[in-house]
């Protein structure tokens, strides 16, 4: 392939042709059907979301296009013609690029080189020409907007930076089609608007790209048209502008919008005040923080990115000291100073990013669970007590795996996120925060983690929960406070709450909190 890149103009593909289309795909892994007569249709000029819960085969469909996967029945056209790859490489010669959620970048190799792997330029000597890498690096790296040098490690470069080298890759190559596999699940609000700003430059240049995510919303700001699979089938196509999400769930989970979020007590009592912030200075904040939250409740923060919410939880879980004001449990100030204090004082948390903070990856299920009991120490072994309580956990959690040693890794998002939960029943935490609890996970388990939080809430476990996800909020929380400028400015009833009544609250100078 040429050290060069460029764009096909878009006079070259019909707007009534199909880049990519498969027919009746199947695809076996012993007795599974991963597969079972799925089908999909890719227009040029559009950005298709592909939908469904974990293990209804998006990602197996997408590994075959891939070329990671060889389908076992069916048919995958490329421009009208018939293809049969049988590897990676060929699929990419096919003029498709994938930006996998777990990137293949190369992260002790520079930016340049991993742009280059395996077809780098020479010169006449037969050397590589680092010279010709770097040129053309600068240059495909400016049409991403990246502004990295071509020299860095690519270990070094933010997760947003290594997600656009990826996209880079393809651009390089021509690709004509694009997949993303939950390409925002590890970036910031400013981030995620970067991305779309180059996903619909790639829309407008022609080019395909199949889009998954579990984000809803996302799919209706950036997507064209949506086809959803179940149980390895294909479940619908829908067109974005003609469609609502409540049909996109129902097509998913087999079950409408409003049977989604477990049903609130009608006049439910909050309970006695388990948690108070009172005229709390976050750091790095001038305004206050002041609300109370009662042994029955869901409490929801939102707001726009950065305006203090992330602060409000590990001021509490962290201890890290507010710069005035007090913490409240139980109407005792707090006093600990630590993640390993707020543990003792039944404190428990799903942190935003739960592979790097929450999940000890290569360890099996059962010791996830418990090092929580533990003082922060992994066990080296179980005993049969705690064994047995784990299986139950397991059970009554529906955490799907092969066995408890099975590495927490291995798991799905959804997966993950539940043995996160089941290490705090396992506690038995007095409060739990949750940050973006459903980040990364597919439907179905969305919905066994509202069911299991509102559980917790019933049975007098407080929760805060902070999500971007307004829809999240509004249907899960009893209420929900809005904070800007690290000051709390509004509160909301949930379930009478609106996404515009939200975004009102978080984008105005200050309001009057109202009790």
């Keep these: 392939m040429s050290a060069t890149w460029h764009t096909r103009a878009d006079s070259e593909t019909g707007a009534d042709e199909l880049l990519l289309e498969a027919k009746n795909i199947r695809k076996l892994f012993g007795a599974t059907r ?3 007569g799925a089908s999909l249709r890719l227009r040029p000029g559009t950005v298709h979301a592909v939908l469904g819960e974990n293990g209804a085969g998006k990602s197996s469909l997408m590994k075959i296009f891939s070329g990671v996967y060889t389908p076992d029945g069916g048919e995958i056209l490329v421009n009208g013609r018939a293809v049969h790859w049988t590897d990676a490489a060929q699929a990419r010669a096919a003029g498709i690029s994938t930006i996998f959620q777990e990137f293949i ?3 002790n190799l520079s930016v340049g080189e991993n742009l280059f792997l395996g077809h780098e330029p020479r010169d006449r000597f037969g050397r590589i020409d680092y010279k010709k ?3 053309i690096s600068v240059e495909v790296l400016g049409r991403v907007g990246l502004n990295v040098d071509p020299d860095a490690l690519t270990g070094t470069l933010r997760v947003a930076d290594q997600q656009m080298v990826e996209i880079a890759k393809g651009i390089m190559r021509d690709a004509q089609i694009f997949i993303f596999d939950e390409p925002t699940a590890a970036l910031g609000e400013s981030e995620v608007r970067q991305l779309f700003l180059l996903i619909r430059s790639l829309r407008a240049q022609g080019k395909g790209i199949l889009y998954i995510s579990h984000r809803l919303a996302e799919l209706f700001e950036i997507c064209d048209e949506v086809t959803v699979f179940k149980d ?9 502008a003609e469609t609502r999400s409540d049909q996109l769930v129902t097509a998913m989970v087999g079950r409408s919008m409003k049977d989604f979020f477990p049903p609130r007590k009608p006049n439910a009592d909050p309970g006695a005040t388990k948690l108070a912030f009172r005229g709390v200075q976050l750091p790095g904040f001038e305004g206050r923080v002041d609300f109370e939250i009662g042994r029955n409740e869901i409490v929801g923060f939102a707001g726009l990115e950065g305006q203090g919410q992330i602060q409000i939880t590990r001021c509490l879980f962290e201890g890290t000291p507010p710069t005035a004001g007090q913490i409240l449990i139980d109407g005792k100030p707090v006093t600990h100073t630590s993640a390993a204090g707020a543990i003792s004082a039944g404190i428990g948390i799903i942190p935003e990013d739960r592979k790097a903070e929450g999940l000890f990856l290569e360890l099996g299920v059962n010791r996830n669970i ?3 009991g533990l003082s922060g120490r992994l066990p080296l072994g179980v005993v ?4 047995a309580k784990v299986r139950e956990l397991i059970r009554r959690l529906n955490i799907r795996l092969s066995g408890p040693d099975q590495p927490v890794g291995e798991l799905s998002g959804g997966n993950q996120q539940k043995a996160l939960l089941a290490r705090w029943l396992y506690r038995n935490v007095e409060v739990l925060i949750c940050e973006e609890p459903t980040r990364g996970v597919d439907i ?4 066994e983690i509202y069911t299991i939080l509102r559980e917790l809430a019933d049975g007098g476990v407080p929760i805060i929960v902070t999500s971007r996800e307004m829809m999240e909020l509004i249907g899960l929380c009893d209420r929900i406070i809005v904070v800007s400028d690290g000051t709390t400015v509004a509160e909301l009833p949930g379930p ?3 996404e515009e009544q939200i975004m009102s609250a978080a984008l105005a100078k200050r309001e009057t909190v109202n009790p």
Excluded: N
């Design 496 to 498: 009478t709450a609106t």
């Design 34 to 36: 991963a597969l079972d």
């Design 384 to 387: 049969s007590s705690d064994a």
């Design 444 to 447: 179905g388990a969305k919905l």
């Design 133 to 135: 890498i770097r040129r």
């Design 370 to 372: 418990l090092v929580s």
């Design 232 to 240: 390895g089938r294909f479940a619908g196509h829908f067109t974005i």
């Design 105 to 107: 970048l190369l992260p």
